[in-house]
T-cell receptor
Framework: GIQVEQSPPDLILQEGANSTLRCNFSDSVNNLQWFHQNPWGQLINLFYIPSGTKQNGRLSATTVATERYSLLYISSSQTTDSGVYFCAGELYFGNEKLTFGTGTRLTIIP | DTAVSQTPKYLVTQMGNDKSIKCEQNLGHDTMYWYKQDSKKFLKIMFSYNNKELIINETVPNRFSPKSPDKAHLNLHINSLELGDSAVYFC?????????????FGPGTRLTVT
């Protein structure tokens, strides 16, 4: 199976700061997702991004499939952004398990 | 309008007991999954079902038995619970034909075995 590496493992920022989270894959993936696990444990879908760039408010993500990495950008951080961010990938489109990275724990200080 | 729901949200039980967790999705997806999140927050697939058929069965003890009565439901039954089974169990669903193949997760069931 694929290996998924996330960096950094921990990040502590002041409110208002920007951040970039990275996800590297050991093999090409055909499905890539970013999730935010909030302090209550819910896994919230952020992006479904097998390739290209997407934006949603203060968050954006870019996947360069040929180079096997994806980046998540968070701008103007708010305390509600705190939690653990996971990326996950599938080897094949559909009907295949998501392999998760170990996550980046983000703490936003007011 | 909950997309993927699980019951119960919390489950506290003693070693040796048998318990079930139920999952339902109203997204019209054809594939459902069980994932386990351990104490270090690592998430790993356990099972997946496509149209009620078992597709993925990772190296999970056979005390765990998933059952899918229809495409919208996937239940997880655990026999003879052990301390190491304590974890958060997430149900998920996705479409596997025609795309997009995004997986959506339920709120999780926190299982504590004492």
């Amino acid at each position: 199976g694929i290996q998924v590496e996330q960096s950094p493992p921990d990040l502590i920022l002041q409110e208002g700061a920007n951040s970039t989270l990275r996800c590297n894959f050991s093999d090409s993936v055909n499905n890539l997702q970013w999730f935010h696990q909030n302090p209550w444990g819910q896994l919230i879908n952020l992006f479904y991004i097998p390739s290209g760039t997407k934006q949603n408010g203060r968050l954006s993500a870019t996947t360069v499939a040929t180079e096997r990495y994806s980046l998540l950008y968070i701008s103007s951080s708010q305390t509600t952004d705190s939690g653990v961010y996971f990326c996950a990938g599938e080897l094949y489109f559909g009907n295949e398990k998501l392999t998760f990275g170990t996550g980046t724990r983000l703490t936003i200080i007011p | 309008d909950t997309a993927v729901s699980q019951t119960p949200k919390y489950l506290v039980t003693q070693m040796g007991n048998d318990k079930s967790i139920k999952c339902e999705q109203n997204l019209g997806h054809d594939t459902m999954y069980w994932y386990k999140q351990d104490s270090k927050k690592f998430l790993k697939i356990m099972f997946s079902y496509n149209n009620k058929e078992l597709i993925i069965n990772e190296t999970v003890p056979n005390r765990f038995s998933p059952k899918s009565p229809d495409k919208a439901h996937l239940n997880l039954h655990i026999n003879s619970l052990e301390l190491g089974d304590s974890a958060v169990y997430f149900c998920a669903s996705s479409r596997t034909s025609g795309g997009p193949y995004e997986q959506y997760f339920g709120p999780g069931t926190r299982l504590t075995v004492t």
